[in-house]
């Protein structure tokens, strides 16, 4: 980030697709005077605390015993380890690991995500790749259809997909030689990303078109077959918007609630976000719970943490990745 | 050359239809079917098959006997459509839903302008840690926000109130006062307003610095220049979030669902009337419920309300969104 002369890392053909958005150089602004910048870094400072503060509470409340995630301090007065501890019951307080199989949970999601963040990047480059490079019959057609369908709200189609692997788990019940796929499973969370996703293809797209198309026509002449160059040539080369793909999936698999909470049943098989959310209902005081407040928070915690990692190893992916979406209308 | 008309004395070359259909018999075109066959596929059993059924459904008393097997399917005509102007709870959602709409979108996209302008200000190396200090809140899962939306505006012992109170306002009670709930969502949205801001920050960069040198020639001031250069130049991007934030707002599930919904201590449900958004009524018709019809009749309508606001985005925007290379 220090050297602002380096080129852009990622950028092949015309400027590529996915924008520079910060590290362009930009000339010297005239207009900003010093008082002016100290001023506005000041507020800078302010917002940042605001924005920042949720987290902060949050963290602080892990780590304070039953009873004090209300007292707002920022600081502890009484630390509590309330991850894991005796396993004893009720008017005790709980440990999160004791009241709920939280690392089943987690591990669920990792595998859910990074397994299904791993298909549909790679279907979607396939049919992205077919739609930038390829000249064929009812290419238009088809890709305003795929377009059309980025605007249909997930509603409509969330019943009769239900309905859908209600039974085709109906039939592998019948047959046991198969094995029991359908609802109850997690097979319907990652098995249709297999099958590419309209607007990770609509994103790959872009990329693929910023690509030169001599790179292909070499690979063609040097005697490669279709699928050898898109392997050889394309994936490489779009790898900046395939990591753009995979972590907006990850963070699509993390963020969702609803598809768990229409397909799980069993504790065991929960995502982390619904793990979490049955938490709440059993330990919220609103909902009837005991109040036990700091498992609900170490809880959270867990939710939240994984994906500032993930923002943290990928933030240059992430932001540029937001920028190219500004850029589809 | 195709003005001047040469009679061609060789036999006519192959229609048009059919120099379509022969391009079927091309190795590229059979490859590039294999290669988006995933995509026709998941189209076809994930999409279009299900939005046939969904259609069919609607028009259907589908439901928990259906699933079963125990009772036949009828067709109930347009009854489940004419259910949904009765519907008490429909009307509540969709006002629920709007209400929150209308405070959320224009809200984030203000405050996010706010931030990328003054991040802009203060150049890219200070403004590069600032971003991604105000990305963080985006990158936080809905269910976890959830959470925080009830705790951190607890009525009595929450943060929020407690730093009210330290400046001198009561605050209310965010969370239990159903005047209340849709702005304390809204505003745990602003919060999250990270990525509306980047792409307004990306649309920031793009304005060309030039058209600023030349409005300050002219004798504009800071706000003249925001107002005339700046605005009408990020419009596309500001026309597109708006687009984007009301279809989230219209599906909003995931945060209201977490804070206000869910299985309560006996085994029994439990929701908060003033945060059923119309995506959780769909949801709790379909899968509580489980009237199945009916929630695909509600899902269609979801589909006519969201096609009927962004055509009517498009036309407005027709005037007020101005795309640089429009006039060719």
Known sequence: MTDVHAPPPVVTGSGGPLPQVVRRRRRPQPEASWIKKAIFVVLLIGLAILFLYP??????ATFKPRGDTFDNALIPHRWSWNFTGPNIPE????????????????????WISVLGATLTTFSSALVAFAFAYFRFPLRNVLFAILLATLMLP???????????????????????????????????????????????????????????????????????????????????????????????????????LQQPLIYLRDLAT??????????????????GGEGDYQVIMAGTLLLVLPMLVLFGVFQ????????????KG | MTSVAVPSRTAPGPSRARRWLSSFRERETWTAYLFILPWIFGFLVLTLGPMIFSAYYSFTNYGVQQIAGIEPTKSVGFHNYKEIWSDPKVALSLKNTFIYCVMMVPAKIIVALVLAVILMAVGE????????????????????????????????????NDALRHIGIQGPYWTIDPNWIKPTIAIMDVWACGGTMVILLAALYGVPRHLYEAAAMDGANALRRFFNVTLPMISPALFFCFIILTLAGLNQFTQAYTAFFGAGG????????AALFYAIYIFRNAFVYFNMGYACALAWMLVAISLFITGINILVSRRFVFYQGEQK
């Open chain 1, 55 to 60: 987290f902060i509470w949050l963290l602080s």
């Open chain 1, 316 to 327: 240059k992916y992430f932001i540029r990745g937001i920028a190219v979406q500004g850029r």
């Open chain 1, 270 to 287: 929960f995502t982390a976000p619904l793990g979490m959310k049955i938490l709440f209902d059993k330990f919220n005081a609103a909902g």
């Open chain 2, 266 to 273: 006996a085994g029994g449900t439990y929701g908060v009337d």
């Open chain 2, 125 to 160: 190396r200070l403004g590069g840690i600032f971003r991604t200090i105000f990305y963080l809140p985006h990158i936080t899962p809905p269910v976890a926000v959830g959470v925080l939306v009830i705790v951190l505006f607890n009525g009595g012992y929450g943060i929020v």
């Open chain 1, 91 to 110: 008017p005790h307080p709980q440990y999160l690991f004791n009241v709920a199989p939280v690392g089943h949970w987690m591990w669920n999601s990792i």
């Open chain 1, 154 to 256: 997930g509603e409509v189609t969330l019943i009769p997909v239900y309905l859908l692997w209600n039974h085709i788990g109906r039939f592998t019940l019948d047959h046991p030689w198969l094995p029991h796929i359908g609802t109850g499973t997690q097979y319907p969370l990652w098995v249709p990303n297999a099958f590419g996703s309209a607007f990770y293809i609509f994103l790959q797209r872009q990329f693929f078109l910023g690509i030169p198309r001599d790179y292909f026509e070499a690979a063609r002449m040097d005697g490669d077959g279709y699928f050898s160059m898109f392997r050889r040539i394309a994936i490489p080369l779009a790898k900046p918007a395939l990591i753009v793909t995979f972590i907006f999936e990850i963070q699509a698999k993390w963020f969702d």
